[in-house]
Antibody, heavy 125, light 107 residues
């Protein structure tokens, strides 16, 4: 059974840093594109970032929404089967529930078929 | 960047009604369009991908159509458990933009 469990959320001050983790089970994260999607309180869904799968051990690609590019970094640890989102220079507008989401296949451009339960990050002084 | 516009933003319909939600892309995206259902307090769930392919386990009352710039999600007979917010998303290129959502309620 595919499961995605996020951790690392909480209250952070503006300008601070936070690292979210997403522990995956039931599949191998390196074989799939993995995404972060966020949802501000009472708002719609916003795609944040993607890391493509590493088919056949070949390299991967990463992409970011304009709103986080240069501040957020997506990565994964294949040995731990875990996805990460390093968030730096946090702003109040980064306050949201962050979802770890699997892409349907290894390529970057696929629908999102499995979602974690989400983790709340609040940026406030 | 390609923008995704959903309409209406909310609707209220009776049980058994046919419900239609539309999603328009600002540029052509072929059939690289997915629909998601998000119930209150829950993570979104993939309903349809490739504009019209039903994800495994999704009831057949849900259907999708369209290609290029104009897409439709249809619920053929609205059920109480369909109360949710529905989002379209394009995935042909980054950013993988979502529509603004359509909140569906029971009249």
């Amino acid at each position: 059974e595919v499961q995605l469990v996020e951790s690392g959320g909480g209250l952070e001050q503006p300008g601070g840093s936070r690292r979210l983790s997403c522990a995956a089970s039931g599949f191998t994260v390196s074989n799939y594109a993995m995404n972060w999607v966020r949802q501000a309180p009472g708002k719609g869904l916003e795609w944040v970032s993607i890391i493509s799968g590493s088919a056949y051990g070949i390299g991967y690609s990463t992409y970011y929404a304009d709103s986080v590019r240069g501040r957020f970094t997506i990565s994964r640890d294949n040995s731990k089967n875990t996805l990460y989102l390093q968030m730096n220079s946090l702003r109040a507008e980064d306050t949201a529930v962050y979802y770890c989401v699997r892409g349907y296949a290894s390529g970057s451009y696929n629908p999102l078929d499995y979602w974690g339960q989400g983790i709340l990050v609040t940026v406030s002084s | 960047d390609i923008q995704m516009t959903q309409s209406p933003s909310s609707l209220s319909a009776s049980v058994g009604d046919r419900v239609t939600i539309t999603c328009r892309a600002s540029q052509g995206i072929s059939n690289n369009l997915a629909w998601y259902q998000q119930k209150p307090g829950k993570a979104p769930k993939l309903l349809i991908y490739g504009a019209f392919t039903l994800q495994s386990g999704v009831p057949s009352r849900f259907s999708g159509s369209g290609s290029g710039t104009d897409f439709t999600l249809t619920i053929s007979s609205l059920q109480p458990e369909d109360v949710a917010t529905y989002y379209c998303q394009k995935y042909n290129s980054d950013p993988l933009t979502f529509g603004g959502g359509t909140k569906v309620e029971i009249k």
